[in-house]
């Protein structure tokens, strides 16, 4: 997978949050295949998770023909203990180590011998990542493991606004990472990885300049056909599209016709203002639908045939109603989620964005993997 203006010479896929609610069994299993038959020419450098039960379950679908490729813990590590690194050892996992407290134990203790891992330094975004003040310990530290023959596999930092270059926060950022960069790559092995770049940051790599300093790019939503939004795109891609890899879809399960007046759903929230037909769809908060959607006005759609109908009256666990287009009938399917259907418009009606949306699916809504 290639998306415009991202340089990275090698990519590490996130599945975490079961793969953006789209199933990491699944998405791991994929991946492996399409680095099976790339052979030497796959730019696949591992999978990326956020906790230890993730990393698991990653490393158990992917078995044997997986062994060889790296499964990175971007947070379920700290903070660093015995039991991590038990589990780390046990499971062939990569930890990543975002604290100078947790790097000063995990060397102390000699973990940097038995593990492979990787170090995060917070440039600006303030949630975890070793402070940059500490760069030069760091430095003295790696450069006495080098002289042994030991080198992390990967530094990184994370960018909080991915999608413009030019803000303030990111421009302090990318000189924050500049420095990190010049003053680790010197002494690091050539197979250790810099990387920075999201999927947002990587619709617009030229800009950020990550092909001068990453050799790593980290798609999260957009491996799974999610864009930046239109204004994004338009401005910087060039118009090239990806198309979603879900669809989440609700049954039409009843229809009900409604005279002016009648009111829809718990509090009566919406009052017909003529006659009209609804449509009743066997799916609700419960499945990961936001109950914002049935505020009025929220502008969520539920699109059934070449119609896009709004949603009425509030969100109920199991249930949802909808403006019914014509030539609907019961057995007829809502599109939720998909090609046709603007996720980004879907997330504003609940005042949210995709990840939520996508990563709020619950286990009683089936997968139907093709």
């Given at each position: 997978m290639l998306l415009p203006g991202a340089t990275g010479a090698c990519l590490l896929p996130m599945v975490k949050a079961d793969a953006y609610g789209h199933g990491a069994r699944w998405a791991a299993l994929g991946l492996l295949e399409l680095h099976r038959r790339a052979g030497r020419s796959s730019a696949l450098a591992g999978l990326g998770v956020a906790t230890l039960f993730e990393a698991i379950e990653v490393r158990e679908a992917i078995g044997v023909r997986g062994r060889a490729l790296p499964v990175v813990v971007f947070s379920g590590t700290l903070p660093w203990n015995e039991a991590s690194g038990t589990a780390c050892l046990r499971h062939d996992l990569t930890p990543v180590i975002s604290t100078i407290e947790d790097w000063r134990k995990f060397k102390r203790e000699g973990w940097v011998k038995t593990l492979r891992f990787e170090l995060k330094f917070n440039t600006g975004m303030n949630r975890l990542g070793i402070s940059m003040q500490h760069l030069q310990e760091v430095r003295r530290d790696l450069a006495a493991l080098a002289s042994r023959g030991i080198h992390p596999a990967g530094i990184f930092s994370h960018l909080a606004m991915g999608e413009d270059p030019r803000a303030e926060l990111s421009l302090r950022q990318m000189g924050a990472f500049r420095a990190l960069h010049a003053a680790l790559k010197p002494i690091v092995a050539d197979s250790t990885d810099f990387h920075l770049g999201n999927s947002a940051a990587l619709w617009q790599g030229s800009e950020w300049g990550l092909?001068?300093?990453?050799?790593?790019?980290?798609?999260?939503?957009?491996?799974?056909?999610?864009?930046?939004?239109?204004?994004?795109?338009?401005?910087?891609?060039?118009?090239?599209?990806?198309?979603?890899?879900?669809?989440?879809?609700?049954?039409?399960?009843?229809?009900?016709?409604?005279?002016?007046?009648?009111?829809?759903?718990?509090?009566?929230?919406?009052?017909?203002?003529?006659?009209?037909?609804?449509?009743?769809?066997?799916?609700?908060?419960?499945?990961?639908?936001?109950?914002?959607?049935?505020?009025?006005?929220?502008?969520?759609?539920?699109?059934?045939?070449?119609?896009?109908?709004?949603?009425?009256?509030?969100?109920?666990m199991d249930l949802s109603v909808v403006r019914a287009s014509a030539g609907v009938r019961t057995g007829s399917q809502a599109k939720i989620l998909g090609t046709g259907v603007d996720i980004w418009r879907q997330a504003d009606a609940a005042g949210t964005i995709p990840y939520e949306l996508l990563t709020s699916l619950s286990a009683r809504v089936q997968r139907i993997y093709g």
């Open positions: 092909n001068r300093l990453t050799t790593r790019a980290r798609p999260g939503l957009s491996l799974y056909g999610i864009e930046p939004r239109e204004a994004v795109i338009r401005r910087r891609a060039s118009g090239r599209r990806l198309k979603p890899v879900m669809e989440l879809l609700a049954p039409v399960v009843a229809l009900q016709q409604l005279r002016s007046g009648d009111q829809v759903g718990y509090g009566g929230r919406f009052v017909a203002p003529r006659s009209m037909k609804v449509a009743i769809l066997g799916m609700g908060y419960a499945d990961g639908l936001p109950r914002l959607w049935g505020m009025e006005g929220s502008g969520a759609v539920a699109r059934i045939g070449s119609h896009d109908c709004p949603w009425l009256g509030a969100v109920s």
